[in-house]
């Protein structure tokens, strides 16, 4: 079993920024691929970023690309989401999700095994 703690969401203004941790317990993550989702209202759950735990390699969604930066520390077992120039239309509940198979990262959420409580995001205008 492996528990996902996310923290770091709040209230930001346009332009501002966020970083996001997702802190994770009962099994080391370095074999695997740790991603970030996320759900606005009324939207379906989107693919947001990715890392390969072991090697680092990272994948962003077209729409975050050159704004966020996923991240990893290995003595905390934790990966961080770091958002930057925030937008209005980045609000939605954050979720990051851990994919146990040792295969390339996947952006497909039914590809995760295990997923976190959330993190609600807001940006006002």
């Known amino acids: 079993q492996v528990q996902l703690v996310e923290s770091g969401g709040g209230l930001v203004q346009a332009g501002g920024s966020l970083r996001l941790s997702c802190a994770a317990s009962g099994r080391t993550l370095s074999n695997y691929n740790m991603g970030w989702f996320r759900q606005a209202p009324g939207k379906e759950r989107e693919f947001v970023a990715a890392i390969r735990w072991s090697i680092g390699n990272t994948r962003y969604a077209d729409s975050v690309k050159g704004r966020f930066t996923i991240s990893r520390d290995n003595a905390k077992n934790t990966v961080y989401l770091q958002m930057n120039s925030l937008k209005p239309e980045d609000t939605a509940v954050y979720y990051c999700?851990?994919?146990?198979?040792?295969?390339?990262?996947?952006?497909?959420?039914?590809?995760?095994?295990?997923w976190g409580q959330g993190a609600q995001v807001t940006v006002s205008s």
């Open positions: 999700a851990a994919d146990l198979a040792i295969a390339p990262i996947t952006s497909i959420a039914s590809e995760y095994d295990y």
